[in-house]
Structure formats: C-alpha cells, structure tokens
C-alpha cells in the first residue's frame, strides 16, 4: 500500500521531524554525560564525544529539515530527506551490529531501534510525497 501526501503534506511532516531532530541533537549536545547514564554508555569522554556529534549531526538535519520545509520548491526538502533516510539506516545498521558484539549498552539500542524507524518511515513517505505529490486537495 503507498501512502501518498501533497507536497504540502509531505513538507509539514518533514518540518515536524526536523524539529524532533533539532530536539534530540540539542539534547545530546548539552548533556551527553546525563543522556549516557541514562543509555548505559560508559561515561568516558571518547563515548561522550561520539554522542554530541550524532547530537550535532541530528541537529543539522534537523535544521536542513526545517528550512527546506519551508524553502519554495521541492529539490532541497528531497535531498535532506534522503539525508535523514540514510543518517537513519546508518544508525540501525551500526547499532545493530555493535549490539550484536556488545559494544552498545540494550538501553541505547532499544533507544535508536524504538526512534530510528520511524523516523526513517516518515522521511520515506514525506520524498514520495515530494516526488510523487499531488496539490493539496481543497
């Protein structure tokens, strides 16, 4: 089954994930050492490091995101979306298997598994709607 969104849907969606990004980063930027507590990361500065620059990574998509969102025309929003899509996969592959060698604490795999996906799906359906999109039904 295809989801399908209006361009107009598609970019609000897209808006609304970068603003969850723009959340999450900020969040692991300013307090890594209480997020890697509560994520069963060791509290060492190489781990912290590692998490404010997934932090700043999420923070720049989310203000790629953002700004394309409400930017005229679809070419920019596609390209960030792909970004995220790919920023996404990368984080569940790397988890995965890192998890698999247990070298990531549960806690900070159910953590990308229970966002990752979701937000992967959204970007997904918001290109779709970008690339596919239909105008915005009166």
Not at 9 to 25: M, S, T, W, Y
Not at 104 to 116: G, K, M, N, Q
Not at 130 to 135: A, I, Q, T, Y
């Amino acid at each position: 089954m295809r989801i399908w969104l209006s361009v107009r849907e598609a970019k609000a969606l897209l808006g609304a994930v970068g603003g969850i990004g723009l959340v999450v980063g900020g969040v692991a930027v300013v307090a890594a050492g209480p997020v890697s507590r509560l994520l069963g990361m060791p509290g060492e500065p190489r781990s912290l490091w590692a998490l404010r620059l997934f932090g700043v990574r999420d923070v720049v998509l989310g203000l790629g995101l953002r700004r394309a969102a409400a930017a005229e025309g679809t070419e920019a929003a596609r390209i960030l979306a792909e970004m995220t899509i790919l920023a996404q996969a990368g984080d569940l592959l790397v988890t995965t298997l890192m998890a698999a060698t247990g070298h990531v604490s549960r806690r900070a795999a159910f953590a990308v598994w229970s966002s990752a996906p979701g937000t992967l799906l959204a970007c997904l359906v918001a290109r779709d709607g970008l690339v596919d999109g239909r105008e915005a039904q009166a």
